[in-house]
């Protein structure tokens, strides 16, 4: 047996953005992944489930599930794997010694001699009363802060906590897990002294964009959040400090908040969309329409080892960048093989990913599109006669390299990739649209809407009004019997996600 190692990581409340980086880099390093239902599953590297790398582990042990994982199972199971030598990341939500049973994993570690590592993490009695807008302290209302478990009910004979004693300290009270006892605790809190008129708060899904958040007093609250449906997970949250709640709240007063959007870009750039809209509030729901597949590169290469020969490369995508660049550097050469040439990109963002590689582009069009860059190089006179590289994706239309050749180019067109359906994520994002949950589906191009439409079916995909980037994802839209809601004014992840807001 090779000696592994055990990592008790705190994943914070359920913001992705919250777990601490240490943990997330632990979470990258993994072998296996043991997580819990409150761990987000954001954060599990992604394609492990398709890959196997890491392994993972579900054990969630949510109240009421038919056949939960016993603790005595995830303890074994924490073992055995640390033992056949890998590198266990325990994630767990919140902080893992916060009435998260980290303290017991750690203690059967020590017991079976396996070696383990705590974690600490965000606790949702914290950072859920803050996204809420109520701050655990404050000066003039509340100088301390007590953290309770609400698994104890005060009305059994014996319970651990002296709830007469909290009622008469003072400061704000965090219950943990408290809903269903949520009226035997108010009950006794103020049979121990503590003002019916205490401010009090129920936070369901605190710090999420299905947060609730509902406001009462220590007399009304147990009522008010059964009436509003408050379930677990939740926290409740009694004291003074409550009353800022309308100065202070904010995260439900972004502009997205409780909205679920769909992003329906390629696995390799989704990520830039879902922090976008993130970051306003929304629920995202990531399904990739399409993934990027490469073609035969041969003609690429080739085109790179005769770069003399031409006077301009033109860029259409920030894949075609990332495919050049690629074989340029295969090719043992680097940005000073484009020293002689003049470059052309359809849009910024095309551009942006140019300067990352430490090339300034010539041209970029004010209209995002081809017919943009098309009436930008009419207009230049070192263009006609021109020898013009034109790497771009198949299937891309024709409109700036006929345009080229209409004004006397010579252009070379290399299509280096492909998108392909892809429909990941497909069951799901089905299973949401018939609950009628979604507000929006964005899309970038015209082949994520063929995608995105051959994933559910066109009467699901009809169902959903969608947000497009530009006239001809507008167009693929309209054939496919989607509503065009919104269309961004500029053809830029920054312009749809503007397009977005207006929309909703």
């Known amino acids: 047996m090779t000696e592994g190692k055990v990592f008790l990581v705190g994943s914070g409340p359920g913001d992705p953005g919250l777990i601490t980086v240490r943990g ?73 010694f916060v009435f998260g049973r980290g303290s017991e994993e750690a203690q059967a570690m020590n017991d079976a001699s396996v070696p383990f590592e705590v974690v600490p993490g965000v606790t949702a009695g914290i950072a859920a009363a803050a996204y809420a807008g109520i701050p655990v302290t404050h000066r003039g209302l509340s100088t301390s802060v007590t953290f309770v478990t609400g698994h104890e009910d005060p009305s059994k004979p014996h319970t651990q906590t002296n709830w007469s004693a909290l009622a008469k300290a003072g400061g704000t009270i965090v219950l943990y897990m408290g809903v269903k006892t949520l009226a035997s605790i108010t009950d006794a809190l103020m049979k121990g002294g503590m003002s019916p008129e205490t401010p009090a708060a129920a936070i369901q899904w605190g710090t999420q964009p299905r947060q609730r958040t509902v406001v009462a ?53 989704a990520q830039a969309l879902t922090e976008k809209l993130r970051d306003l509030g929304a629920d995202v729901i990531e399904m990739p329409a399409t993934q990027i597949a490469r073609l035969d590169l041969a003609p690429l290469r080739e085109a790179i080892t005769e770069l003399s020969r031409y006077q301009w490369l033109i860029l259409t995508s920030q894949n075609a960048v990332s495919i050049f660049w690629e074989q340029l550097l295969g090719e043992g050469r680097d940005a000073r093989a484009l020293a002689g040439l003049k470059v052309a990109a359809v849009g910024p963002a095309t551009a942006g990913t140019l300067l990352e590689h430490g090339v300034a582009v010539d041209v970029v069009p004010q209209r995002f599109v081809a017919e943009g860059l098309l009436e930008m190089m009419r207009e230049r006179d070192d263009v006609a006669s021109k020898r013009i590289l034109y790497v771009t994706g198949e299937g891309s239309r024709d409109v700036l390299p006929q345009g080229l050749r209409e004004i006397g180019a010579e252009v070379n067109v290399i299509a280096a990739y492909r998108s392909i359906a892809d429909g990941q994520g497909a069951e799901r994002l089905a299973r949401a649209i018939e609950a ?54 500029e053809s830029t992840l920054d312009g749809l996600v503007s397009a977005v807001v207006s929309a909703v």
Not at 39 to 55: K, V
Not at 81 to 91: M, N
Not at 236 to 243: A, F, L, M
Request: proline fraction near 5%.
């Open 24 to 96: 997330r880099q632990l979470i990258e390093s993994a072998d296996a992944v043991v997580y819990d239902a409150l761990a987000n599953s954001t954060l599990l590297p992604p394609g492990a489930r398709e890959t196997g790398r890491p392994e993972l582990y579900y054990v969630g042990k949510r109240g009421g599930a038919k056949d939960p994982v016993t603790q005595d199972e995830i303890n074994q199971l924490l073992v055995r794997l640390a033992r056949e030598g890998k590198r266990v990341v325990r994630l767990k939500g919140g902080d893992p």
């Open 436 to 489: 009628g949950k979604l507000d929006l589906a964005t899309f970038t191009s015209g082949s994520a809407v063929r995608g995105y439409v051959d994933a559910i079916g066109e009467d699901l995909a009809a169902q959903v009004p969608a947000a497009s980037i530009g006239p001809q994802t507008s167009d693929a839209l309209r054939e496919a019997g989607i509503e065009v809601k919104a269309e961004a004014k």
């Open 217 to 269: 007093t220590l007399d009304t609250i147990a009522a008010k959040a059964l009436e509003e449906n408050i379930s677990a997970p939740a926290i409740i949250v009694i004291g003074w400090s409550v009353v800022l709640r309308d100065e202070l709240s904010w995260f439900e007063k972004r502009p997205l908040f409780g909205r679920r959007i769909v992003v329906t870009r390629s696995t390799q750039q």
